[in-house]
């Protein structure tokens, strides 16, 4: 690939070895959650923290998926499934009119942002 010894070739190792290390460090983490050993927000801090982001870096702020639909109930119903938004769609998809608008293709869509 590069000849060795080179800069290159070192980080271009580095860089495999440490996307092998982190997928195996997320599909335990997942075996984890899946076996209820590790909480949600555990689990998704760990995925956060294998993608980069942190608390200390205001631009990489971990994410977490927007789960509640309903924020007009003084008290929120758990058995009811109108109180959580459907995840089988896009958070930009969950009205008709968004989900129209977010039918257009990634690469018009994002292009006011540049």
């Known amino acids: 690939m590069f000849p ?5 070739d070192k980080n271009s190792l580095i860089s495999f070895v ?11 983490a997942r075996e984890s959650w899946r076996r209820r050993e590790i909480s949600n ?3 998704l801090m760990i995925l956060n923290t294998l993608a980069g982001r942190s608390y200390n870096d205001l631009t990489q702020y971990p994410i977490f998926p927007w789960i509640l639909a309903d924020y007009s109930s003084e008290k929120l119903d758990f058995n009811k499934s109108s109180t959580f ?4 769609k896009p958070v930009g998809a969950l009205d008709a009119k968004r989900f129209k ?7 018009l869509s994002v292009s ?3």
């Open 18 to 28: 440490d996307r092998k290390v982190a997928l195996e460090m997320a599909e335990s």
């Open 41 to 43: 927000f555990e689990y």
């Open 85 to 88: 938004r459907d995840l089988s």
């Open 112 to 114: 006011h942002f540049w």
């Open 4 to 8: 060795k010894g080179t800069t290159r």
């Open 101 to 107: 608008v977010g039918s257009i293709p990634m690469e």
